[in-house]
Every structure is written in structure tokens, then in C-alpha cells.
């Protein structure tokens, strides 16, 4: 991974004096994103930036970089896995090549194909390609947005960058925080692209690209790439399991292998779960080289794994480095995580993902493999149960019987007479019957998250007014999505809200950028993807048993207690890793009503309440923690970003 940006004249004018000093001063926001290299180059309209992170062809990788006549000109942040198969294609139609980088190869293959070349490509991806020859400029992002890509334009320039932070280098570049990315935040716990947290800052969607010509001026994004599964009752039902499991192993197998291409070790991040233990296992199944794995484990034993990591790698044979993080150093850190995410967040849990990736790069590596979009692809979450179970229970509505599935999901709090299980039938039987509703299986979890708007001050509910980011949402998904199988609807949602927005950003590359480690992520792979689309549901979830297919695939090779093991989401402590800490009057200072006065964006007295709340110990439910760290969150983004006299 790099760090990519540049100026583009919407006129075709030259950029004339001063645009190269602004595009330097971008590159140096992005510093932490490629700390062994920069590189400029202007013409024309154009000039771009790069900060590099050398993992592939170390000496002669720099960028910008362009073809053998200076025509064509690329700044680009990722990696293309299959650059060597390309390469050869290329070489064969004559194509000459000076240097051994899978950027290069990009080069050629625009030379070759134009905005087509997307549909050739195995990787992640964020790049920009200046023509000469037609003062065009093109910006392109990878399907499920794994290389972030931020443009912010007006009547006259566009300017495009990695991260928002460099964007107000900019002259005309103000930021200011936009009502209905909050309201989206408190509802999806994400922003929905082209949306960001910033008014008049766009984030190019995940899948599409966008091309200018001076004739033209900016024209819209389009879209390449979108998630898609067969009509229901079209799934290849005739393919037997052992069939389908030798598939997915297969499938699996090859996409790790692309992903150790590297010209610098590579690691693996162990969580302990099935998705990661495979990708661990595969890794040592293919290499000879000795493997480092890379795990998290907390002080707090409520929200430990380390046992679970630690026989694994004993299983398998990988050494084993961890970091345990206490709950007072994710308060502390907590202010630099808004700073990488650039976004309010509901959750602590991106904070000891960022101790992890330091823990990587104190070992000396740049690339660790990661287990993301296993559970999205292959129907790991309990929210795919939760919405199977509401359809069973729908049929028969008035059924005692029925709504206890749910004690196999919640054994904590079984329905049996006793008020955590009456408050959870009376969440889940909430808008029971509608089952054809947009977003079923997604509408109890934003409807509890939209509670939170509560916290709202008058003006900011003013400023968003009637918007329903649901409404949003919906005029968003492809033409085909209400033909799918209501697993696939929810699998869609899932990876459109949750992996691309939240889990492949705010905790996923913006925290191993943060310490210069690029995460590749095998399950992604677009082969991998194709498969799991065509993967009939009950493969995915047998009855209540998640990720069956994967299970199956992958049972000879790991450990019988991880393969058989239940789904554990991943959590971080939250309001107690801010309110059990020495420096906690930093806390309380943040969200003093001073300080949310001045912001304008929460209900002073409501906030005031919430923090006594917290502050008296004890557990909390999602609603008051959720409302805890989004509010405080949005008050950082504001100190880091916006105010004129920043606490930090």
C-alpha cells in the first residue's frame, strides 16, 4: 500500500506556478502511508504525488512512473496479484517493460485496454492514470474498496487524495461535517460512498472509476463491479457438498498463494477463529520459509483469545508474537484512530487493531494476510441466523415455540420468563410480519442503532430534516437484489455497509496504514467471490450452523476445536477504556457542554446523562455504549479536524 494524490485542471488549462508546492505539501500527510519514498510529476492539467511503501520491486518501483514514452503516467496505491500472468500477455503483444513492478503493468495494460483493463485485474487498488496524449485523467478503486480514494472538486479543479487529511491543502478545500453522514453513522455504522463525513469530499464507490476529459469536464462515476448472486431458485443445487468444499479449498488455496507475492516477508494475523487459522494454515501448507503470526490479546479475560491463538500456532507450527492491550491504553490511543479513520465510529474495537499493526511493524514486516470477508461471504454472522430465525418465527407469528431458536444465539439470556428474555423477544418481534421490507434482516439493528439520533441537537436534526438514510440505501443496490434469496439480500447489505465501509476502512487498512503494514486479504479474492455467489444458501447456513461450506473444506486440515468452534465476533472494551483511566478529565473536557456547544452537534443535557450513566460503572447494552463512542468520537473528529482551537 501507498499514499496517492494530485491536482487535475477541470479545463484542460495548465495548473500553471504553485501546483507542485501544493501536491508536496499533500504528500506529506501521507507520509505514514509510504515512508520510503516520494515522488511528483506535473504537466499540463495534472500533477500527482506519491508516497511510497516499497513491497514490490524494491529498487526501480518508484512512482510516478510511466511508459516508455512518457505518455501515459500513473500514481498507484495496492498491489495487482496477478501482475505476472499480465505481464507475459503483455510482453506477447510487444508491450516493453523497464522496470519488474505490478504498477508498470498497469500502465501497459491501459495502453492496451482502457477503463476494460478493471475487469483483468486480481487485486486492491486505488489508482489515478494521466494521458498526455488526451489530457484525460482517470481515477479508479478496487471492487470492495480496500484502497480508500477521496476527491473533492469544484467548477474549475479537482484534487484527489488517499486520506482527507491532505485535501485542505488545497486553496477553495474547507471542511465541515455533513448531517446526513451522521445520520448515516448512527443508523448503518458507516457512511454510505460516495458519501464521507465531510461535506463536498466524495469517496470514489467501491468498484466503480471515474474518467475527465477537458471537453467534458467531471463526469460521474461509474460502476464495474457489484456483488451479484442467481435468482432464487436458480442456485446450482446438483453440485454435491464434497464437490462445492473442494471448491472453496481450492479456490482458497490459489488466492493465498498470490498473496504471498512479495519482495518482503509476510505475515499472518492469528485471531484465534476459524477464518484466520485458515489462512495460517494454507500459508504453511504452501511455504517452507518459518511463518510469523501476529495476534491481539486483552488484559481484560472477558474479551480474551490468546489460548485459543496460542494452540494454534503451537498446532500448526508458526511463531507465535502477540500484544496484550490494557483497557486504558485504547482511551489513549483512541484520539489517533479518529485521526487514521477519519470518521465518527460506534465501537473501540479499530484501537487494539492499531497496537496490533505497530506490533508488526516493530517486528520488521510491511504484509500481513488477514481473515476479513469470510464471515460477510460465507454467512458467518449471527445477524444471517437472527434473520432466518424471524422469517421461521413470521410464519407463525402467535408460536411460543418459535422464537426460542433465538436462546441458541443468546444462551445468556434465554426467553424462558425472565425480563432479558422477554426484552429480547419483544427487540426481535418488532416489524415481525413485513418480511418483503427492504433491509429485513438488517431493520432491527438499524432501527436500535437509530435511537441514538436522540442524542441529536434541534439544529443538526434541522439540517437533515426528513432524509432516511434507508430510502438512500435502497435506491442504491442493483436492479436484480429483490430477485435474490433473502440470505444473499442480507450478504449483500452486509458487505455494502459493514466490510466495504467500516471493516475494510475504519478498522481494517486505516489502522495497519497507520504504522506503514499493508493487510491483504485472501477471501476477497475475485475468484474466491465468484464462488461464494454461486454457493447454494443451506451450504452456507445449515440450519444454524455458519460457514458450513468453509467448515467442510477446511476440517482435515485444522485443529478439531477451531474447526468446530462457534462464531466469536470480535470485541473491544468500550466506555471503560475512557472512564477507568488516570487522564480521564480529558474525557470529560471533550464532551464538557462547553465543548458541545461549540461543536453543535448533540443535545447538551442528553449527553450530560449519558456520561453519568457511564460514569457509574457497571455494564452497559450496545445503545449506551454505541451512543457513548459515537458521541465522543464526532467531538474528536471535530477537535482533530475542524475546530479553530483544538483540545489535542
Sequence with gaps: MCGICGLYDLEGSDLGDGCEEIVRAMVEHLHHRGPDGKGYYSHGPAAMGHARLSIIDLTTGQQPMSNEDDSIWIVFNGEIFNYIELRAGLEGKGHIFRTTSDTEVLIHLYEDLGTDMLYRLNGQFAFAVYDKRERSLLLARD???????????????????????????????ELALDPLALSQIFTFWSVLSPRTAFKN??????????????????????????????????????????????????????????????????????????????????????????????????????????????????????????????????????????????????????APLFFLSELVQKAGFKVVLTGEGADELFGGYDLFKEDKIRRFWAKAPDSLRRPQLLNRLYPHAPLANTKAGRMLTAFYHKDLLPTNTFGYSHRPTWNNTRTLTAYFSQNLKESIGDYNPVEELKASVPDTFFSWHSLHQAQFLETRLLLSEYLLSSQGERMTMGHSIEGRYPFLDPNVISLTTRIPPHLKLRGLNEKYILRKAFEKLLPVEIASRPKRPYLAPNKESFLDRPDVSKIYEILSPHRLSRSGYFHVSRVGKLLNKCAKGGQLGFRDNAGFLGILSTQILWEKFLAQEPLF
Excluded at 156 to 171: G, Q, T
Excluded at 247 to 264: F, I
Excluded at 275 to 298: G, H, Q, W
Design 143 to 173: 471492487p470492495f474498496g480496500i484502497c480508500p480514494l477521496f476527491y473533492f472538486e469544484n467548477t474549475k479543479l479537482l484534487a484527489f487524495s488517499s486520506e482527507i487529511k491532505a485535501l485542505p491543502e488545497v486553496p477553495d478545500v
Design 201 to 350: 469530499i466524495v469517496s470514489l464507490p467501491p468498484g466503480n472509476w471515474l474518467k475527465i476529459r477537458p471537453e467534458n469536464g467531471l463526469s460521474s462515476h461509474r460502476c464495474y463491479w457489484h456483488l451479484d448472486f442467481p435468482k432464487q431458485g436458480e442456485e446450482d443445487n446438483k453440485k454435491s457438498e464434497a464437490a462445492w468444499a473442494e471448491e472453496v479449498e481450492d479456490a482458497l488455496v490459489a488466492s493465498v498463494r498470490l498473496r504471498l507475492r512479495s519482495d518482503v516477508p509476510v505475515g499472518v494475523y492469528l485471531s484465534g477463529g476459524l477464518d484466520s487459522s485458515i489462512t495460517a494454515s494454507i500459508v504453511k501448507k504452501l511455504t517452507s520459509t518459518p511463518i510469523e503470526a501476529f495476534s491481539l490479546a486483552f488484559a481484560d479475560a472477558s474479551y480474551d483469545e490468546s489460548a485459543f491463538q496460542q494452540r494454534l500456532a503451537n498446532s500448526i507450527g508458526v511463531h507465535y508474537n502477540t500484544v496484550r492491550v490494557k483497557n486504558h491504553q485504547i482511551g489513549q490511543v483512541f484520539p489517533e484512530v479518529i485521526m487514521h479513520g477519519e470518521r465518527p465510529i460506534l465501537r473501540a474495537a479499530p
